[in-house]
């Protein structure tokens, strides 16, 4: 098999390394040629027998790759890991900011695209059967042959640091990965400010920038929160290693949240850290990993691996078995689902797709537009919570 993956950005963003590098590197283990090209670049050959289009809105690219793909035969696929394709987004976008029309425009935009790219592949890909809807087959997001690496380094530092450790402390661990999840971690506000009031010697690192909501705040002013910036992926196991507990909540009113898939419990298990989650409609349970639906079970999750040093430990155990046997299934599933989509004649020779001066303008005022409402967005997020520490007396950096 040959197969082309397409995405609208660049490789090294979460959703292109987890739906496009990483199924490339697991095809290619197996035997077939597999590729990964970013949709803006100026020329490419397309010459393969699978196209797939992750999260490429039609109308601009989506629709030129698809028209190349079956000049020569090839089927399309249209790839996507978050409700990016549902109206659903757009909603999403505008509950997250609400005082940001154009960015809700942006999202509204994009969601209508996508879910033209959607009908008019030949199939369709997804990370979560939530997601998938009956649309098309599953496979679940597994992690890269080099993200393994790193964390096997940082598990067996962690390992190492916590046979000399002399205290109790606990460090409960919010990697945010993007600015819009003030509302997931105020969902479980309450119950963690009650575990950090009982549990003296618990702690909580924030990763980004998370507004604290206010039970959490008077716990920022006595020292017991710590805040550590955005970092690239590959620095990522370093920062999870710090973690005894890793939290994953959801605002579960969102549908939109309901699709996201496992991907901070399989990083979280492959240092060795045990996770609690919310328990959405896309997670399944697993070993190593407390799910909960109310603040009463958040409370008892919580109590039960900051009381007990062993079952905690025991439970990173069992993480990192859950993550082995995840990416064994998900990886043995991979090549029977692109067999499937193998077109019945042989491809006919090859096309280009290129990016006519136009199409390049066009997608440089839409980047020049992405790049203004993500600089604003941090710009307006960094001021705020700047803001907020002068007024309750600030917190540790």
């Not at 490789?11 to 490339?24: G, P, Q, W």
């Not at 402390?169 to 506000?189: E, Q």
């Not at 079952?311 to 046997?325: H, I, S, V, W, Y």
């Amino acid at each position: 098999m040959h197969i082309l993956f397409v995405y609208p950005s660049q490789a090294d963003d979460a959703t292109n390394r987890y739906r496009c590098v990483h199924l490339c590197e697991a095809l290619v283990a197996a035997g077939h040629t597999a590729e990964h090209v970013s949709a803006g670049q100026d020329m490419v050959r397309v010459a393969h027998d699978i196209v797939v289009l992750h999260r490429l809105p039609w109308g601009g690219p989506g629709s030129a790759f698809a028209a190349a793909a079956r000049r020569i035969g090839a089927r399309v696929v249209y790839s996507a890991d978050d409700l990016i394709f549902d109206l659903e987004h757009a909603r999403h976008t505008g509950t997250l900011f609400p005082d940001d029309p154009l960015r809700y425009r942006h999202s509204k935009r994009e969601a209508e695209a996508n879910l033209q790219t959607l009908q008019n592949a030949d199939g369709a890909l997804f990370s979560t059967e939530f997601l998938a809807a009956g649309r098309g087959p599953v496979l679940r997001n597994f992690l890269g042959t080099e993200l393994l690496m790193l964390s096997q380094s940082a598990r067996e530092r962690r390992e190492a640091f916590l046979k000399l450790r002399q205290d109790d402390r606990v460090t409960l661990g919010y990697l945010s990965g993007s600015p819009t999840h003030d509302a997931d971690l105020a969902d479980i506000a309450l119950p963690l400010a009650a575990a950090l009031e009982r549990f003296s010697q618990a702690r909580l690192l924030v990763v980004g920038t998370v507004a604290l909501s206010g039970p959490l705040r008077r716990f920022e002013q006595n020292g017991r929160v710590r805040r550590h910036p955005y970092v690239p992926w590959r620095e990522l196991p370093g920062l999870i290693a710090q973690v005894d507990i890793n939290l994953a909540p959801l605002d579960l009113t969102q549908s939109f949240n309901h699709a996201k898939s496992e991907i901070k419990f399989l990083e979280a298990a492959a240092v060795g850290v045990p996770t609690v989650a919310a328990r959405s409609a896309a997670l399944l349970e697993t070993e190593g990993a407390l799910l909960c639906g109310t603040d009463t079970e958040w409370a008892e999750a919580l109590a039960s691996w900051l009381s007990d040093p062993e079952t905690r430990k025991a439970a990173g155990g069992a993480a990192f078995a859950a993550l082995e046997k995840h990416q064994a299934s998900t990886l043995s599933g991979i090549e029977s689902v692109f067999t499937a989509w193998m077109p019945e004649k042989a491809i006919s020779g090859s096309a280009t797709v290129t990016r006519p001066h136009k199409s390049k303008l066009v997608g440089r005022i839409f980047q020049t537009e992405q790049k203004y409402l993500r600089r604003w967005h941090y710009f307006k997020r960094h001021w705020r919570l700047a803001n907020e520490q002068e007024r309750h007396g600030g917190g540790t950096t």
